[in-house]
């Protein structure tokens, strides 16, 4: 099972997706760019700023050299694999496109216009002649229809992925119901069970993450690649047209009334104020997601085989941010509010992957049960202090939900006992918490619940087993002070 959900293959399936559709699509704003700066070059009469166009076209023709390179022959560096499809190589060395050798005629054009004297640089120029020409025709549409054609194969890819997806999903769920019904078989063998339990215990780990990447599959997807790839190019280039603008508004202070009008009318030094906010809250809306994207690629690798000192509260700010799709309100169930009483923690001795699968598991049942009811106000309190003698870490979890009976307590802890339907739960998330904290980290777990009157999880782990109970106090005085 640890390959149902193999998230780190997909996502580098999509980054590479992803720096292909970008790359095509930057080859094709970089000829209009270098059209663009050509026809300027040679309608300025300014020695420094012919100079500086000519840097800048120069640099856009380079870029499109490297761009073009690493498409067909790949580049580590842009994440370009190379080898494209059979239909691509016929576009770019095929007719009628033949556009790889249009490309490289263009870039030559480009160059030559680059080294041209300064009595050269008119509209009559052949080198200008050909850009302009080209640039609207012939290399326009062979680049629309490379750049459609990496869209076609993007979009089948990422059809190929979800299908995948979704067999492997139903894999999962065939393992886990198949594992159900063989649980009064696997307590009469527990030693095969303990021999095994690295493995079940990522089993339940990837189930996790598997329910959870359908709740979030939306914020993670090929147009949040496009827009992240993109975001600062167009940052770059709506700066330049800002230059623009303000050369032109220092050359010509007195407009034409009908350009005066246009200017009013769009209210352009609101505009040049506020885009830039509009770019930056994109970017922040764009860091949120990737931030989401990494946590989850966290949670799918295997967990590390050495203790580690670490702040527990991390680890249940990672979990969070996690589940922080199943907290909202969906249909007639309204959000879940998160309550936090964190208290002054030191850092402690654990395996932190483990204790964040188990914060995962408890979070996850306590949001399962507020779901049981309908437009119910739900919350869960996550509190965290010492014990009074400073040897332990108590971490409580407590739900406003349904509660247990004493029957369903009993059994808690017992592998493969879930009251969830067949499919939706293994029995196997609690039951793998308890080993975690009790035999892994010599510390306990229980639970106190009420029917009607929620449930409260308390996990203790030893706060750090090398250190004396004295040099615990200490530890947590200067933590006080």
């Not at 080198?127 to 012939?138: F, R």
Request: a negative charge; one cysteine or more.
């Amino acid at each position: 099972m640890g390959t149902y959900f193999d998230i780190d293959n997909i996502i580098t399936a999509r980054e590479i997706n992803a720096a292909i559709i970008n790359i095509s699509g930057r080859q094709r704003m970089l000829s209009q760019r270098a059209a663009l700066f050509a026809l300027q070059l040679v309608c300025t009469e300014d020695s420094c700023e012919q100079d500086r166009l000519r840097q800048k076209m120069l640099a856009a023709i380079d870029l499109m050299e490297r761009s073009h390179n690493g498409l067909i022959n790949g580049n580590p560096g842009m994440n370009l694999p190379g080898k494209p499809s059979k239909t691509v190589w016929k576009i770019y060395f095929e007719a009628p496109y033949y556009l790889s050798q249009q490309i490289r005629n263009y870039i030559t054009q480009v160059r030559a216009l680059g080294q041209a004297s300064r009595t050269e640089l008119n509209l009559k120029n052949i080198h200008l002649k050909y850009i302009l020409q080209v640039s609207e025709t012939e290399l326009l549409a062979g680049l629309d229809t490379v750049v459609s054609q990496y869209h076609k194969e993007s979009d089948s890819l990422q059809l190929q992925l979800e299908i995948k997806q979704a067999q492997l999903y139903q894999q999962s769920c065939t393992a886990t119901a198949t594992a159900h019904a063989h649980a009064k078989q696997l307590e009469r063998t527990l030693d095969d069970l303990q021999r095994t339990q690295s493995q079940l215990i990522q089993a339940e780990k990837f189930c996790s993450i598997g329910q959870m990447v359908a709740g979030v599959a939306h914020e993670i997807n090929n147009p949040f690649n496009f827009i992240y790839g993109n975001l600062q190019c167009t940052k770059e280039y709506i700066q330049d047209l800002f230059d623009l603008i303000n050369a032109y508004q220092e050359h010509y202070p007195n407009p034409l009334p009908s350009i005066q009008t246009k200017i009013d009318n769009i209210e352009l030094d609101f505009l040049q104020e506020d885009l830039p906010k509009i770019l930056d809250s994109m970017q922040l809306g764009a860091n949120r997601i990737r931030e989401i994207i990494l946590s989850l690629r966290n949670f799918s690798r295997t967990d590390q085989t050495s203790q580690q000192l670490v702040d527990l509260h991390q680890g249940i700010d990672s979990t969070l941010l996690i589940l922080r799709n199943r907290l909202k309100a969906c249909g007639n169930r309204q959000g879940v509010e998160i309550v936090k009483d964190y208290g002054n923690l030191p850092n402690i001795e654990c395996y932190v992957g483990q204790l964040n699968q188990v914060f995962m598991n408890i979070l996850s049942n306590a949001i399962d049960a507020l779901e049981e009811i309908p437009n119910h106000l739900g919350y869960i309190t996550i509190r965290t202090s010492l014990s009074p003698d400073c040897s332990r870490v108590i971490i409580q979890i407590a739900d406003n939900g349904p509660g247990m009976t004493p029957e369903v307590q009993d059994q808690l802890f017992d592998p493969f006992f879930t009251t969830k339907p067949l499919g939706k739960g293994t029995g196997l998330g609690l039951a793998i918490s308890h080993k975690i904290v009790v035999d892994t980290h010599r510390g306990s777990l229980k639970c106190e619940s009420f029917r009607g009157k929620g449930t409260e999880f308390w996990i203790e782990i030893p706060l750090q087993p090398s250190l004396s109970r004295s040099e615990c106090k200490l530890k947590q005085m200067a933590l006080n002070s």
